[in-house]
Nanobody
């Protein structure tokens, strides 16, 4: 069972990146899934999550209108499209999946203790 995150890198302010999180050993569609980030010296933040029950989504206020979460069931992969990136988006981004937490808002709020975590991918927004 594994989550493999990728797609991070260095981007200029205003630029875009797409993060991917490939799942193996389980079916993402059966789980609430989401993206979290943590910058040095800061608390972990629930960036965006998808409910397992109805596919509804939740976004942190800091990324609304700029980030889009999506899931490709055929590829068993989660994505995070990040546009209009700002220096304050700089962080290590993690994907996670949980069986018991079914709602996106709950998952993004709880932030810890998920069943599965991917290794982080670093996003650096700088000129």
């Amino acid at each position: 069972v594994q989550l493999q995150a990728s797609g991070g890198g260095l981007v200029q302010p205003g630029g875009s990146l797409r993060l991917s999180c490939a799942a193996s050993g389980f079916t993402l569609d059966d789980y609430a899934i989401g993206w979290f980030r943590q910058a040095p010296g800061k608390e972990r933040e629930g960036v965006s999550c998808i409910s397992s029950s109805d596919g509804s989504t939740h976004y942190a206020d800091s990324v609304k209108g700029r980030f889009t979460i999506s899931r490709d069931n055929a590829k068993n992969t989660l994505y995070l499209q990040m546009n209009s990136l700002k220096p304050e988006d700089t962080a290590v981004y993690y994907c996670a999946a949980d069986w018991q937490i079914t709602q996106a808002t709950s998952m993004c709020t709880i932030k810890y203790g998920m069943d599965y975590w991917g290794k982080g991918t670093l996003v650096t927004v700088s000129s």
